[in-house]
């Protein structure tokens, strides 16, 4: 094979339609919002799972406020769902 022919054979990319394409922003609002709901839901859940502070003597260990529902199942699950909601927000794609 000749050098012609393989030169013949390259697809050479049009220069106009990569300008349009960069111009393009790579997320549109919905997607900014997503984001942001995604990451409020993920903030709020690392806040529920710290928990409040401890008004009783700090020597004796409180059962019932390290092992809570709200530390142990609902902050995850937040946290979780926060996450979830991210994977779509930055795959959506911008119209």
Do not use: C, W
Not at 13 to 20: V, Y
Not at 65 to 85: D, F, N, W
């Amino acid at each position: 094979m000749s050098t012609q022919q393989t030169q013949k054979n390259v697809i050479q990319p049009n220069p106009a339609a990569s300008q349009t394409a960069a111009r393009q922003p790579l997320f549109g609002p919905k997607n900014y919002i997503l984001m942001a709901v995604g990451a409020v839901l993920m903030i709020l859940g690392y806040v529920l799972m710290v928990g409040g502070s401890s008004d009783a003597n700090p020597e004796v260990f409180n059962k019932a406020e390290k092992y809570s529902t709200m530390r142990i199942t609902i902050a995850p699950l937040l946290i979780l769902a926060g996450m979830v909601i991210q994977i779509p927000a930055i795959l959506l794609r911008n119209k």
